[in-house]
């Protein structure tokens, strides 16, 4: 309001921008105690979530580490055009893609699923049993659930020992290229399927009794209920979920992908994230913050498009 | 009720389908446990599918005496720890002014909040601004990123905005401080969201290894987490690609000494997982992120 003031009144904006500014100085000095506060924790979340965008300008240099960054000479567009010119970025790129959508069309509906089977259990004791067990998984690291699945799958692994009984030969799952999606997205199920559902779940539970009721008077099935009343009831829970996710499209995982990546399975598994380690660990910064950029650049593209999207949904809803 | 034959068979069915998925969930927990209890020479025995004929703690004597596993613990346990005290203390603190409507250019500020959630300058910007402020390998390197984030800082923030303000100023009234404020009202009033936050920050600082892979060198600060992913996953790939050729750590290590890692590392979540789980769940539903 202030600012808009001064703007206005032409001649006299200098003495007005003055004393708006004496005024905000004055806001802040009648809040001394609470500006005291405030500035340690902000001062941290300044220096670690926007100092670091200055180094941004490393995509854009010849970066030389002696010389810092503002000082280093500009390299305009050349580090981009070098990074979708090289096959590693393409292919992280292509890898990436897949897996993202792979994901999408697996791992969502599948905690949908889980908490409208779960709403059919009358038994509390045997849902909650359930609801426990499919939660583990979301509380360990990937480092945990990988060397897990590494015991598992390896070759005297309790998995090829099942198979076994079945006269299945014993393979390395984890280093076959050919496996290495369908691992990838059944370990995320795995690892999502169980949290995932608490929100639809929360949903189903404030479903209006009555449709149900209702609904067995007419001679309703119980599958027929779950399909009519409890799909539709949670629908736009559902919608919201997918389209939120489509703001993260591009983070694939990087914590999953890594732990179970391995030298055979690198044409397949790697993704922008992994690629951008791997510059970063063999100080290739300019073409790291390249793809980096490139990344998060789509990334902030897709989460604006997926809030609008959720927004014109439901307009109480959206991110911000 | 009375089912009919029809709802009769749903319920079987669908109770059937729930316990298949839960017991193929747990398995392969189950399978590394009954590993970690084998001798080795049980290991290629066809028939170990769930425990050892003859469990034996032997791997876990082993492991127990590896050294760094000692210092991998401590390495843990003072991360999380202070990261615990960073984050509640930092962001509850920067949290309270914004909860305060009369405190200047908040709605601005919340905004650099929000922001942050959604671009920041990737890993390699993050590198450079820790070695540059000489934190790599020092212990502020994992604790001080994480200490204010955005998430946090909102939810927190929401939740003192529904104290109800009467309560403040009447004490204000009384003569009290801003600060006795906070500690005194503000802090006691919050503790279900400090508990969920805490419980969140706990799980993750245990959890994490990708800041301490990048930023502590020296495998005396090695944490926990990269402690197994050394024995457990590089050993058995040999390598992971993109890392550097070192033979010397590239040692055989038994199956079941790699199943008693496994084990060590996950018996804490595993021990207050039972207790914490209903705080998560109250969790998920409170926080919903909102500028």
């Given at each position: 309001?202030?600012r808009?003031d001064?703007?206005?009144?032409?001649g006299?904006?200098?003495?007005?921008?003055q004393?708006a500014?004496?005024l905000?100085?004055r806001?802040?000095?009648?809040?001394?105690?609470?500006?005291?506060?405030?500035?340690p924790?902000?001062l941290?979340?300044v220096?670690?979530s926007y100092v670091?965008l200055?180094?941004?300008?490393?995509a854009?240099?010849h970066?030389?580490?002696?010389?810092?960054?503002?000082?280093?000479?500009?390299?305009?567009?050349?580090?981009?055009r070098?990074?979708f010119a090289g096959?590693?970025f393409?292919?992280?790129?292509?890898n990436?893609?897949?897996?993202a959508v792979?994901?999408?069309?697996?791992?969502?509906p599948?905690?949908?699923i889980?908490?409208?089977?779960?709403?059919e259990?009358?038994?509390?004791?045997?849902?909650?049993?359930?609801?426990?067990?499919?939660?583990?998984?979301?509380?360990?690291?990937w480092v945990?659930?990988a060397?897990?699945?590494?015991s598992?799958?390896?070759?005297?692994?309790?998995?090829?020992?099942?198979?076994?009984?079945f006269?299945v030969?014993a393979r390395?799952?984890?280093i076959?290229?050919?496996?290495?999606y369908?691992?990838?997205?059944?370990t995320h199920i795995?690892?999502?399927?169980?949290?995932?559902s608490?929100?639809y779940?929360?949903?189903?539970a404030?479903?209006?009794p009555?449709l149900?009721?209702?609904a067995?008077?007419?001679g309703?099935?119980r599958?027929?209920?779950v399909?009519?009343?409890?799909?539709?009831?949670?629908m736009?829970?559902v919608?919201?979920?997918f389209?939120l996710?489509?703001?993260?499209?591009l983070s694939?995982?990087?914590?999953?992908i890594?732990?179970?990546?391995?030298p055979?399975?690198?044409?397949?598994?790697e993704?922008?994230?992994?690629?951008?380690?791997?510059?970063?660990?063999?100080?290739?910064?300019?073409?790291?913050?390249?793809?980096?950029?490139?990344?998060s650049?789509?990334?902030l593209?897709?989460v604006v498009?997926?809030?609008?999207?959720?927004?014109?949904f439901d307009?109480?809803?959206?991110?911000? | 009720?009375?089912?009919?034959r029809?709802?009769?068979?749903?319920?079987?069915?669908?109770?059937?389908?729930l316990?298949l998925?839960?017991?193929?969930?747990?398995?392969p927990?189950?399978?590394?446990?009954?590993?970690s209890?084998?001798a080795?020479?049980?290991?290629?025995?066809?028939?170990?599918?769930?425990?050892?004929?003859h469990?034996?703690?032997?791997?876990?004597?082993?492991?127990?005496a590896?050294p760094q596993?000692?210092?991998?613990?401590l390495?843990?346990?003072?991360?999380?720890?202070?990261?615990?005290a960073?984050?509640?203390l930092?962001t509850?603190?920067?949290?309270?002014p914004?909860?305060?409507?009369?405190?200047?250019?908040?709605?601005?500020?919340m905004?650099l909040?929000?922001f942050s959630?959604l671009?920041?300058?990737?890993?390699?910007?993050?590198y450079?601004l820790?070695?540059?402020l000489?934190?790599?390998d020092?212990?502020?390197?994992?604790?001080l990123?994480?200490?204010v984030t955005?998430?946090?800082?909102?939810?927190?923030r929401?939740?003192?905005?529904?104290i109800?303000?009467?309560?403040?100023e009447?004490?204000?009234?009384?003569?009290?401080?801003?600060?006795r404020?906070?500690?005194?009202?503000?802090?006691?009033?919050?503790?279900?969201?400090?508990?969920?936050?805490?419980?969140w920050?706990g799980?993750s600082?245990w959890?994490?290894?990708f800041?301490a892979?990048?930023?502590?060198?020296?495998?005396?600060?090695?944490v926990?987490q990269l402690?197994?992913?050394?024995t457990?996953i590089?050993?058995?790939l040999s390598?992971?690609?993109?890392?550097?050729m070192?033979?010397?750590?590239?040692?055989?290590?038994?199956?079941?000494?790699?199943?008693?890692?496994?084990?060590?590392v996950?018996a804490?979540?595993?021990?207050?997982?039972?207790?914490?789980?209903?705080?998560?769940?109250?969790g998920?539903?409170?926080?919903?992120v909102k500028?």
């Amino acid at each position: 309001m202030a600012r808009g003031d001064a703007e206005l009144s032409g001649g006299h904006g200098y003495m007005q921008r003055q004393s708006a500014i004496r005024l905000r100085w004055r806001a802040y000095a009648t809040h001394k105690q609470l500006v005291f506060m405030f500035l340690p924790g902000f001062l941290v979340f300044v220096l670690f979530s926007y100092v670091p965008l200055y180094g941004i300008l490393i995509a854009f240099k010849h970066y030389q580490l002696l010389d810092g960054v503002w000082r280093s000479p500009w390299a305009g567009l050349e580090h981009f055009r070098r990074l979708f010119a090289g096959h590693a970025f393409n292919q992280a790129l292509r890898n990436t893609t897949i897996i993202a959508v792979l994901k999408t069309l697996l791992t969502f509906p599948a905690p949908v699923i889980l908490a409208l089977l779960l709403n059919e259990i009358r038994f509390v004791r045997f849902r909650r049993m359930v609801q426990t067990v499919t939660y583990l998984p979301h509380f360990f690291s990937w480092v945990i659930l990988a060397g897990i699945l590494f015991s598992f799958l390896g070759s005297d692994g309790g998995f090829n020992k099942l198979l076994g009984l079945f006269g299945v030969e014993a393979r390395v799952w984890l280093i076959e290229p050919a496996y290495f999606y369908a691992i990838v997205v059944i370990t995320h199920i795995w690892q999502t399927i169980g949290w995932g559902s608490i929100v639809y779940f929360a949903a189903l539970a404030s479903v209006d009794p009555t449709l149900y009721e209702a609904a067995i008077a007419d001679g309703a099935s119980r599958w027929r209920r779950v399909w009519h009343i409890s799909l539709p009831s949670i629908m736009p829970t559902v919608i919201i979920m997918f389209l939120l996710s489509i703001g993260h499209f591009l983070s694939v995982g990087f914590d999953q992908i890594y732990n179970l990546m391995t030298p055979p399975t690198s044409s397949v598994g790697e993704i922008l994230d992994t690629y951008v380690l791997r510059r970063l660990l063999t100080m290739d910064y300019e073409l790291g913050m390249a793809s980096s950029l490139f990344n998060s650049g789509i990334g902030l593209v897709l989460v604006v498009i997926a809030n609008r999207l959720v927004k014109l949904f439901d307009k109480e809803q959206g991110l911000w | 009720m009375k089912l009919t034959r029809g709802e009769r068979i749903f319920e079987a069915a669908n109770a059937a389908l729930l316990t298949l998925v839960s017991l193929t969930m747990l398995y392969p927990l189950l399978y590394v446990l009954g590993l970690s209890l084998s001798a080795q020479d049980e290991v290629a025995a066809p028939r170990l599918l769930l425990m050892p004929l003859h469990p034996t703690l032997s791997s876990y004597a082993k492991i127990f005496a590896h050294p760094q596993l000692f210092d991998a613990y401590l390495m843990t346990i003072e991360r999380t720890v202070l990261g615990l005290a960073a984050v509640l203390l930092l962001t509850s603190l920067t949290a309270y002014p914004l909860s305060r409507k009369t405190f200047p250019d908040r709605s601005f500020i919340m905004k650099l909040f929000v922001f942050s959630m959604l671009f920041n300058g990737g890993i390699i910007p993050t590198y450079l601004l820790i070695k540059n402020l000489g934190m790599l390998d020092t212990i502020w390197a994992l604790v001080l990123p994480g200490a204010v984030t955005a998430f946090n800082l909102v939810v927190i923030r929401n939740f003192f905005e529904s104290i109800p303000g009467e309560i403040m100023e009447s004490a204000r009234m009384d003569g009290a401080g801003e600060w006795r404020i906070f500690f005194r009202i503000v802090l006691p009033l919050s503790r279900p969201v400090l508990a969920v936050i805490a419980l969140w920050t706990g799980v993750s600082h245990w959890n994490a290894w990708f800041d301490a892979m990048i930023y502590m060198q020296d495998t005396k600060h090695q944490v926990l987490q990269l402690f197994l992913r050394r024995t457990v996953i590089e050993a058995s790939l040999s390598l992971t690609p993109g890392e550097e050729m070192n033979m010397a750590r590239v040692t055989y290590t038994p199956e079941t000494l790699k199943a008693a890692t496994v084990m060590v590392v996950s018996a804490p979540i595993l021990l207050i997982y039972p207790f914490v789980q209903r705080f998560f769940v109250k969790g998920i539903l409170l926080g919903s992120v909102k500028g």
